[in-house]
């Protein structure tokens, strides 16, 4: 099972960013796919995930502002992430639990900055 994380960067407050996820080496129909975060000195922590019937949950923290969805057809997961705020800057995991395992793509920095 392979994961590669993309869109990462740097973005104003208020700003937008999508970060897109490519899935391979698993059924994608069948994997609950989410994305992460963390900061240094912190624990990562779940930001949204998506389940096999496209059912979505989010931390409170980003609910009404981040949406995460998926491409059955580019094996993609996406997190479209608005009105950013300098608290959201993490380095940021796409994951996959796939038949009991978890699975993690190489981290991309997301920095909300001024």
């Known amino acids: 099972v392979q994961l590669q994380a993309s869109g990462g960067g740097l973005v104003q407050p208020g700003g937008s960013m999508r970060l897109s996820c490519k899935a391979s080496g698993l059924n994608f129909k069948i994997s609950v796919l989410g994305w992460y975060r963390q900061v240094p000195g912190n624990e990562r922590e779940v930001v949204a995930q998506?389940?096999?019937?496209?059912?979505?949950n989010y931390t409170d923290s980003v609910k009404g502002r981040f949406t995460v969805s998926r491409d059955w057809r580019r094996n993609t997961v996406y997190l479209q992430m608005n009105a950013l705020k300098p608290e959201d800057t993490a380095l940021y995991y796409c994951n996959t639990h796939y038949y009991g395992m978890d699975f993690w793509g190489k981290g991309t920095q997301v920095t909300v900055s001024s």
């Open positions: 998506i389940s096999s019937a496209g059912v979505a």
